[in-house]
Structures are given as C-alpha cells and as structure tokens.
C-alpha cells in the first residue's frame, strides 16, 4: 500500500538536513541517490538548496540552556516544569501544536534525553511548559533537576494530520486527552479557538490521576466531560458526542488503543470528519538517524519522527 506523506522539515531552517547528506532524503529522489528528479514535492526544489549550502546540511538544533521557573509535583508520578528561553531564542518557535523537545537535566548525559511535547508557551515570558510522567530511570533523573534543563529542538512531528488543526475554522471540534496526552491538547485547542472553532473536550485522567489540560480548557470555554477509557460506556459516550455535537474535526491526544476508539467512532458515524491524532511514535533521535521510529508498510520504509501524513494511513 503506498502512502501519501511530507515531510515536517522540508524547507524549514533545519534543510536540507542529515538525510541529504546520506543519500535518504524523504521528499529528493536524487538525494535519496537516483540519477533524476521524480519527487512530487511542489515547493521549491530541495536539491537546490542543497547545492546552494555547499552540498552540506543546515546547520541542525541545537542543546541549549534553559532554566527552571518553575517546577510543581502535582502527583506521585506528575511533575509539571516551566522554563524560560534566553534572547535571541523565541518560545514562538514552539508554539505550534504537535512541537515537542528533547530534555534532559544538565549534568546527565544525552542518552537521558527525554522526548516531551511542549504542553504551553507563553510568548510574553518567553517560556515553555512540559508534564514529565515519571515512570523510568530517565524521568526519574529529570525529576531530580532543579536548576536548569537542557533543550534540544524544536521538532514539529508530534501529531499525524496536524493540516486538519491548522486548516479548521468555525467548526465543531471534539479533543479527546488520556493520561499525560493531555499534555498535546492544549496547544491544539489555543489553535482551533484561534480559528473561531467551538470545542467539546473528554478526559481521562490515566495513569497519572489528574485531568493536565482541565485549567487550559476551560479558560477557553471549551466544554469539558470526564471519561474512563477501560469503562464499557467509553464507546457509547464518544459516538453521543460525535452525533449529537455535529462533530467535524476531531483530535485524540492519548494512547494507540484510544486512538483507534475514536478511528472506529468515527468510522460509524458515517460523516466527513477531520481526524488528527498524537505520533506515539518512539522517538530516539528526531532527525530520521536512528531508525527507532521506523515502521515498514509494505516494501516501504517509513521514519516516523519525519513523515507528515494520515493517521489512518499507517495501520496502526
């Protein structure tokens, strides 16, 4: 089966990047080592750029010092930090639903990095809000910093359908958040409440036992319920909602078994409905490099942390 997909670099500040210069580009068929040019790629030409930068990738992200200012335990297994940016770097540059980073505290090494969405920006303080989920040895680790963080992005990659968010307006909107993927909603309902969209939310508190995205919502006016995942009435609640809403777009910030809840509801309900939805990807390096967010669909190869398509594309 073959896919339609970007990619969530292409012709940002950060390409060509490490692909190129090892002949597996995702979008340049001669940068992927072919004699000519057979992409579909409509913006301007990547190959060019490449030459014009002296056959070398763009400068990539970098790590960079940021500082605590805040950090709030909020469950046993829930810590919430908010960090500031120094000038001449911008929180705007993460402002964009679906951006997340990597982080680790500053004396550990980078095989502590931590992939987190960033859950709110505040351009005015320049800062940028996380929730950590403290489950393993590296979260554990992050926890345990008090001072400063270090930072390595922004990467933009963390929703699949991520047109459906930006391209929404006036329309009746359902986010769904689970546990700590709740985290990814907030960003997403300040971008669809931009877009004049009305917004139903469902959360589920998880394993974390606390509903994130709760404050945000409802500073938005957005109509929040309280949902259990694992209670057989889940189902029947999403499809009420669905229909009873005029649902048009709907985004799933959660688990793949959650994901795939909302896929079949919608699925039933028979409408055009938009459908976005997290990348539970596992995401190692950001830059398509190491390949633990490679998924094989038929004879292709696709990486994950890089490609920007349908959700219900991947067969997950």
């Known amino acids: 089966m073959s896919i339609s997909y970007q990619c969530i670099d292409a012709l940002s500040p950060y390409c060509p990047c490490y692909l190129a210069e090892n002949q597996s580009c995702i979008i340049c068929s001669i940068l992927r080592g072919k004699d000519t040019c057979d992409c579909i790629w409509q913006g301007s030409c990547i190959y060019q750029e490449y030459i014009w930068n002296g056959k070398r990738k763009k400068e990539p992200r970098k790590v960079i010092e940021a500082k605590i200012k805040e950090k709030k335990k909020v469950t046993k297994n829930l810590l919430v930090y908010k960090v500031s940016l120094s000038l001449p770097l911008s929180s705007i540059d993460y402002s964009q639903p679906?951006?997340?980073?990597?982080?680790?505290?500053?004396?550990?090494?980078?095989?502590?990095?931590?992939?987190?969405?960033?859950?709110?920006?505040?351009?005015?303080?320049?800062?940028?809000?996380?929730?950590?989920?403290?489950?393993g040895p590296k979260t554990k680790n992050l926890a345990q910093e008090d001072n400063t963080l270090l930072l390595r992005g922004p990467y933009y990659n963390g929703i699949f359908g991520l047109k459906h968010i930006k391209s929404t307006k006036n329309k009746k909107c359902l986010l769904i958040g689970g546990g700590i993927g709740q985290a990814s909603l907030v960003l997403v309902a300040k971008a669809l409440h931009r877009g004049g969209n009305d917004i139903t939310a469902l959360l589920d508190p998880g394993a974390i036992n606390y509903?994130?995205?709760?404050?945000?919502?409802?500073?938005?006016?957005?109509?929040?319920?309280?949902?259990?995942?694992?209670?057989?009435?889940?189902?029947?609640?999403?499809?009420?909602?669905?229909?009873?809403?005029?649902?048009?777009?709907?985004?799933?910030?959660g688990s793949d078994l959650q994901h795939n809840l909302v896929k079949s509801a919608v699925m039933r309900s028979r409408r055009k409905i938009a459908l976005s939805f997290s990348n539970n990807a596992k995401l190692c390096c950001g830059e398509g490099i190491c390949g633990s967010c490679e998924v094989s669909i038929g004879v292709e190869k696709f990486k994950l942390c890089k490609i920007q398509t349908e959700y219900q594309m991947l067969g997950r």
């Open 211 to 253: 509903n994130l995205a709760m404050d945000y919502l409802n500073s938005l006016n957005a109509e929040v319920r309280i949902f259990n995942r694992y209670d057989s009435l889940f189902e029947s609640l999403l499809q009420q909602v669905i229909e009873d809403k005029g649902i048009e777009m709907v985004y799933s910030g």
């Open 98 to 135: 679906g951006t997340y980073v990597f982080l680790r505290s500053a004396n550990s090494q980078y095989y502590f990095e931590v992939p987190l969405c960033v859950m709110d920006v505040d351009e005015d303080e320049n800062t940028l809000t996380f929730a950590v989920q403290i489950i």
